[in-house]
């Protein structure tokens, strides 16, 4: 699972780095408590996140998680004394479907969730054949 918060930058903008990385802290916080012990989230850099689900039955288990994430995430943050409301889009890819290895799983992730951004953003997109690369 591939994550890109919505209107992150602007927070970075309007309220400093200080505010932003408070914010980045309690994204992660949130992502944890949607995922179970067997998962893995990281952040990989910027406003994007990674998330492995190793025991998921079909696409449909990893797009619940992605749901219940992006429901986490719509809730507003409360952060030194602001209220802060972001989104994210998130691209599903499951193995081995969508990727053989973990570097075309991550790419087929990653496009998906451009679809997603692409789609009016703050939703999840698996990632289906066909889907091409798209620059954002």
Same mark, same amino acid.
């Given at each position: 699972?591939?994550?890109?918060?919505?209107?992150?930058?602007?927070?970075?903008?309007?309220?400093?780095?200080?505010?932003?990385?408070?914010?980045?802290?309690?994204?992660?916080?949130?992502?944890?408590?949607?995922?179970?012990?067997?998962?893995?989230?990281?952040?990989?850099?910027?406003?994007?996140?990674?998330?492995?689900?190793?025991?998921?039955?079909?696409?449909?288990?990893?797009?619940?998680?992605?749901?219940?994430?992006?429901?986490?995430?719509?809730?507003?943050?409360?952060?030194?004394?602001?209220?802060?409301?972001?989104?994210?889009?998130?691209?599903?890819?499951?193995?081995? @479907?969508?990727?053989?290895?973990?570097?075309?799983?991550?790419?087929?992730?990653?496009?998906?969730?451009?679809?997603?951004?692409?789609?009016?953003?703050?939703?999840?997109?698996?990632?289906?054949?066909?889907? @091409?690369?798209?620059?954002?």
């Amino acid at each position: 699972m591939f994550i890109d918060l919505d209107k992150f930058k602007p927070v970075n903008d309007t309220y400093g780095h200080g505010v932003g990385d408070l914010l980045l802290k309690d994204v992660a916080l949130r992502i944890q408590d949607c995922l179970r012990d067997s998962d893995t989230a990281a952040r990989i850099g910027g406003d994007e996140f990674v998330i492995l689900l190793p025991a998921i039955e079909t696409e449909q288990d990893a797009s619940k998680v992605g749901e219940k994430i992006l429901h986490a995430l719509n809730r507003p943050f409360e952060l030194a004394g602001h209220t802060l409301k972001i989104g994210s889009s998130i691209g599903v890819a499951v193995y081995p @479907q969508h990727g053989k290895d973990e570097k075309l799983l991550v790419k087929s992730a990653d496009i998906a969730m451009y679809h997603a951004k692409k789609n009016g953003r703050n939703n999840v997109k698996i990632y289906q054949l066909g889907m @091409q690369e798209i620059s954002q």
